[in-house]
């Protein structure tokens, strides 16, 4: 795909083989230009003055929200809360929504693949409510074994909290199945989409998920800008967990109430210019072709897995379906060794745990290198790391 030129990141860095799209994404000219604008041209605070350049930009922030729920398939506006990313979303329905659901008894089930976003604050949660946290297993190669996890699921489980798609094996998961399996004993679902969303096509009323988080800057848009999305119903009951200005319907000496659903989890000034940037990042998404680009990324996907294979000593996890993920190890050299070299050869990957320690234990690794792609990339970077890695091998081993 021809789409480099879009991003004048790859402008500025000619040499940079950029392979660490599951961490950040790099931003098209589109969403650089909406910030520079927000703050230039339309600089004022949402939902408060009545002046016609804030009620101007108040209209174009809660226009973003409706084009964030028309970009999900959400049923109304109102079931979009922005938060400061995936990790913020998660932490407000375990803190908020958690306690009115699980408690002795009941029990409160993730998967093994997860990242600590959508791991610890579930863990927290049964340890403050007295309930059972249990963790369904993974596959040796490391995804999310499935059939596993809704084998877990029991008339005592109240919340599955489970990613789209894994951050390491780049899994994808189907999160309609589990779902349906969660609501028939009664529980609900809680979704990291943070890996989904960058790559595939999301409808929160066709999968019937309860919760659905994701973070602005892994989809082309600004940090510090995230969605969930909520039921109606779930959000209406919940209650705020920050407190402070916008977020109220009126205060009193003794007793406060709050604005409806979704202000009131959205205490204080917002990321007014992370959000103009995310619907900009949002429009320049809309634009391309989503069907080219996945298939454009699964192929680098195999190309990568394929090559690397070749490699003496690679240990490959997740599976040749994984999403614009491709994790590895090579035998006898530490991924931040490996992620050192690579770097000195211009080419970025992630080495470490990547936010997933349990995962690591099970894989029986303190770490892997992953290289994770976006629709900037090239088949000439798969042959840059693959050339790169067998290199490496050499070196390492005293072969060169």
Known sequence: MQMREEFPFFAA?????????????QKPQAVLTALTAYYRDSNANVHRGLYTLAYNTTERYEAIR????????????????????????LNLVAQSFGPQVVGPGSEILVSGAEHHSNFIPWQ????????????APVTPSGDLDESALL???????????????????????????????????????????????????VDVSATDADFYAWSGHKVFGPTGIGVLYGKSTLLSAMPPVQFG???????????????????KFEAGTPNIAGIYGLGAALTW???????????????????LRTGLSEIPGITLYGSAASVAIVSFNLAGVH?????????EQHIAVRAGHHCAQPLMARLGVPATVRASFGPYNTAADVTALTTAVATAGRFFHGTH
């Open 245 to 263: 200005g916008e977020m109220i319907d009126e205060v009193q000496d003794a007793e406060s109430t709050w604005a409806p659903v979704p202000l």
């Open 285 to 303: 998404l809309g634009q391309q072709d989503r069907g080219a680009m996945a298939a454009h990324e699964a192929e680098l996907v195999t190309a």
């Open 151 to 201: 084998r877990s699921i029991t008339p005592q489980t109240k919340l599955v909290a489970v990613a789209a798609v894994t951050n390491v094996a780049g899994t994808r998961v189907d999160v309609a199945k589990i779902a349906q399996a969660v609501h028939a004993v009664g529980g609900y679902l809680v979704v990291d989409g943070a890996q989904e969303v960058p790559h595939l096509p």
């Open 13 to 25: 860095h000619p040499e940079l083989i950029y392979l660490d799209s599951a961490a950040t994404s």
């Open 66 to 89: 409706a084009q964030v729920a028309a970009f999900m398939h959400a049923p109304e506006a109102a079931n979009i809360v922005f938060t400061r990313g995936t990790t913020d979303g």
């Open 335 to 343: 991924p931040h060794d490996l992620a050192t070299f690579l770097d």
């Open 124 to 135: 927290q949660l049964a340890k403050r409510t007295g309930a059972t946290f249990r963790v």
